[in-house]
Structures are given as structure tokens and as C-alpha cells.
């Protein structure tokens, strides 16, 4: 939980930075992809799906933003190799955000207790939701600008005793254990936010909706002074204070 927060900045938008947003397809990737193009930047889109890669950067694009898309597994590094070279072929300043989101959930929220999970399903999701972060920053390393943002979701069940949440739980804290190490190490800016209960497959449609949550990421990127991300995990309630938002 976020305390002593700083009163964020005027918003200042994203116009000429490049952003890669890893799960980008659906959910939550997708709304802050399609944010983020709103707000101006050149978006890099990812997914394990191909076809809906092109389908949402063509989504983005007919809105009037820029995107463009790579077909990514951020279980395989060389994927990640392949998508951070892209995303730096943008301007001149290198990759500026980072949102290392794609993550998977095996079974139904809330009905998964870690004593009943199988050995695949723990694999899976610890390659998925903790390796592929760490690969995602490991591989974004030599693109990032000198100024760049790392922003990785996150949730409570990382950190409160809740049951039914198996190797979902134990991934979530383990992003945030990945996500103080980069930021003790970096130099640049890796910090985790958690938007609560966000209405997307994992919820069954329960929660804020995705395109409202995508403004925190918005703010995240571009007005938190980074001594108030950097090593730390913001919530949905610094990010209303800090803007007014509901």
C-alpha cells in the first residue's frame, strides 16, 4: 500500500515515446495499449497469438494511433530478444516504458488452493508470470532510455493470506520480489501497480473496468515522480489521490 504519496504532476502525455506492452490482446494489456496510443506513443504490441496481434494493432491504428505488433511468448527469451529490438528501432531515445504484463491463470479465480495444483500448472505459471517478467526487463535492458519506466501489475493475493489463489498468488509475489531486485540494481525506474479487482477473464467480469484502470498505468508512466515507484507498488487509492479519479 502506497503511503506519504507525492501530488503527482499536470499530465503531460506520451507523445514520442515508445511503449512495449507484453500480453497486449486482451484485458488489461490491451486497454493500456490502447491508451498509451491515445496518449500519443508509438505502441509495441505482443501476444502468443499472431492474428490477434495484427487485429489489435489494426484496432489502434483505425483509432489513430501508432502501434505495431510482434508475436511474443514471454516464456522464450529470444522472443523477447526479437520484440525489445523492434521496439527500439522507434525514434532516437530507445524504449521508454515497459509494461510487463502477460501472465496466465490455470483454473478458475478463487478455486485453485496451492495443495490441490498440479506440477504443470505450477510450472506453467511460474515460467509465465514470474520468469517471463524477469526476461521481459532482462531483455529490455540494453534498449532502455536512460529515463525509462518499468511497470509491472500485480495484485493483494501476493501478499494476503487468501485462499483458493494457488500458483497465481505465489507468481504475483514473486513479480514483486523480481521487481525490487531490478529496481535496487537499475538505474532506470521498475515499480509494480496493483489495480485492485479489474473486470477481465481471470474476475469473470467482476470489477473496474480495464479501460478506466488503464489511466492509472497512464499516470504510472508519465507523472509519478520516480523516487514514488521506483522499488515500491502503488494502488488504485495513490492513484485517485493523486489525480482524482474514481
Known amino acids: 500500500m502506497a503511503t506519504g504519496f507525492t501530488v503527482a504532476r499536470k499530465a503531460s502525455g506520451m507523445n514520442g515515446l515508445t511503449a512495449v506492452v507484453t500480453g497486449a490482446t486482451r484485458g488489461i494489456g490491451a486497454s493500456v495499449a490502447r491508451r498509451f496510443a491515445a496518449d500519443g506513443a508509438n505502441v509495441v504490441v505482443s501476444g502468443r497469438n499472431a492474428e ?3 487485429r489489435t ?4 491504428e483505425e483509432a489513430g494511433g501508432s502501434a505495431t505488433g510482434v508475436r511474443a511468448d514471454v516464456r522464450d527469451e529470444f ?16 524504449v521508454d516504458v515497459v509494461v510487463a504484463n502477460a501472465a496466465v491463470y490455470h483454473g478458475e479465480a478463487g478455486r485453485t488452493p496451492l495443495s490441490e495444483e498440479s506440477y504443470a500448472a505450477f510450472d506453467d505459471t511460474l515460467r509465465t508470470n514470474a520468469r517471463g517478467v524477469f526476461a521481459t526487463v532482462r531483455e529490455s535492458l540494453p ?13 493483494t493475493v501476493a501478499r494476503e493470506h487468501r ?12 513479480v514483486e520480489a523480481v521487481m525490487r531486485g ?32 488503464a489511466g492509472m498505468f497512464a499516470w504510472a508512466a508519465t507523472d509519478v515522480p520516480a ?4 522499488g515500491r507498488i502503488l494502488d488504485v487509492a495513490a492513484w485517485q489521490d493523486a489525480t482524482g479519479e474514481e
Open 182 to 213: 531490478y529496481a535496487a540494481d537499475l538505474g532506470q525506474t521498475v515499480g509494480c501497480l496493483d489495480p485492485g479487482v479489474v473486470a477481465t477473464d481471470l474476475t469473470g467480469g467482476r470489477g473496474r473496468d480495464p479501460d478506466t484502470i
Open 143 to 155: 534498449h532502455l532510455d536512460a529515463d525509462a519506466r518499468v511497470l509491472i501489475p500485480t495484485g
Open 52 to 54: 490477434v496481434v495484427r
Open 163 to 174: 485462499s483458493g489463489y494457488g500458483t497465481y498468488a505465489v507468481s504475483k509475489a514473486a
Open 57 to 60: 494493432v489494426a484496432d489502434i
Open 227 to 230: 523516487v514514488d515507484l521506483d
Open 79 to 94: 522472443d523477447l530478444e526479437r520484440l525489445m529490438e523492434v521496439a527500439s528501432r522507434f525514434g532516437d531515445r530507445g
